[in-house]
């Protein structure tokens, strides 16, 4: 058996270069934008064929990655150096908070094949999510109604509604009493 991991995406060409226009944006006209001008930059990323709800916040900083398969609800916020690789669709509900520094990851490989495969899975945050600064939010994961991933965590499997989840693996807290 020989190992071979592959080194390029398996992506088509047309895919490919969409992907790499849109990282020239992303790293320009969409980083240097101005604070107040968030309607601009969600007006951006649906040029390029994402769903995203124009009540949204999308910090300049934050970096998305095939942006038409991000879908954001009303009053949602992604946070300053947020990393959204959306090889995968990532779906995230209303009136949610993506802290600073949070890695929303679609993308992982296929660790039993000789060519390192890759495999994408969905993120789903449903309405009322908050994820704290500095987190990880792997492949295939759903995150429950109002629940809360605490800082530094990294989420390797779904989170219940009202979940307080915390750690590396992130594992349940406590269950959040809303008022």
Not at 28 to 53: Q, T
Not at 75 to 82: K, M, P, V
Not at 134 to 162: H, M, Q, R, T, W
Request: hydrophobic share 40%.
């Amino acid at each position: 058996m020989e190992y071979r991991p592959v080194q390029t995406t398996p992506f088509s060409l047309k895919i490919k270069i969409k992907g790499r226009i849109w990282l020239i944006i992303n790293k320009s006209i969409f980083r240097y934008s101005p604070f107040f001008m968030r309607k601009f930059r969600v007006a951006l990323i649906n040029l390029f064929g994402g769903k995203v709800d124009w009540s949204c916040s999308l910090h300049r900083l934050s970096k998305i990655e095939h942006p038409w398969n991000l879908q954001m609800g009303k009053l949602s916020s992604l946070g300053e150096n947020s990393w959204a690789y959306c090889l995968d669709k990532i779906i995230i509900g209303e009136k949610c908070c993506i802290g600073k520094d949070v890695y929303l990851l679609t993308g992982s490989h296929d660790l039993e094949s000789v060519n390192f495969d890759l495999l994408t899975k969905k993120i789903e945050i449903k309405d009322g999510v908050w994820i704290s600064t500095g987190c990880y939010i792997l492949p295939g994961i759903v995150l429950g109604e109002y629940s809360v991933v605490a800082a530094g965590s990294v989420v390797i499997k779904n989170v219940d509604s009202k979940s307080i989840v915390g750690g590396n693996p992130a594992k349940v807290i406590k269950e959040r009493n809303l008022i």
